[in-house]
C-alpha cells in the first residue's frame, strides 16, 4: 500500500511558476516509477510526465517539454513538478501516481499509461489566468 500527499497547487497568471510537490509513505520509494498526471475540466486524464525509480530517465507530454521538469527525492521519499511558464491551457487538476507493484520493470522505465500506476493522490487543482 502507498499513500500520496501533493501539495503546491494554486491560481497564478500566465507566465508563473508552481512547484507540484507528492509526498509518498507505504513502501519504499526508491522502489518504484512516479508519474504527474493532469485532468483538465470536461476531458480525460492525460499523462504529463513520469520518471524511473533510478530517477535516471524521464518521460514528457510534448506540450510540456521544455517548461515542466519531473525529479524525485529518494531520502525525502518526494517527487516534484516544477512547472514554468505556464499557460491558461496547463489549467487543471494535477495527481501524482505510484506504480509499484511490477519489479520486473527497468530501473529506467518510465511509464506513461494510467493502467499502469496502482496508486494515485488526491489531486491539487493548477489555476492559470491569462
Known amino acids: 500500500q502507498v499513500q500520496l500527499v501533493e501539495s503546491g497547487g494554486g491560481l497564478v497568471q500566465a507566465g508563473d511558476s508552481l512547484r507540484l510537490s507528492c509526498a509518498a509513505s507505504g513502501r519504499t520509494f526508491s522502489s518504484y516509477p512516479m508519474g504527474w498526471f493532469r485532468q483538465a475540466p470536461g476531458k480525460e486524464r492525460d499523462v504529463v510526465a513520469s520518471?524511473?525509480?533510478?530517477?535516471?530517465?524521464?518521460y514528457y507530454t510534448e506540450s510540456v517539454k521544455g517548461r515542466f521538469t519531473i525529479s524525485r527525492d529518494n531520502s525525502k521519499d518526494t517527487v516534484y513538478l516544477q512547472m514554468n511558464s505556464l499557460k491558461p491551457e496547463d489549467t487543471a487538476v494535477y495527481y501524482c501516481?505510484?506504480?509499484?507493484?511490477?519489479?520486473?520493470?527497468?530501473?529506467?522505465?518510465?511509464?506513461?499509461?494510467?493502467?499502469?500506476?496502482?496508486?494515485w493522490g488526491q489531486g491539487t487543482q493548477v489555476t492559470v489566468s491569462s
Open positions: 501516481a505510484a506504480a509499484p507493484g511490477r519489479s520486473s520493470w527497468s530501473p529506467l522505465y518510465t511509464p506513461r499509461r494510467q493502467n499502469e500506476y496502482d496508486y
Open positions: 520518471i524511473s525509480r533510478s530517477a535516471i530517465t524521464t
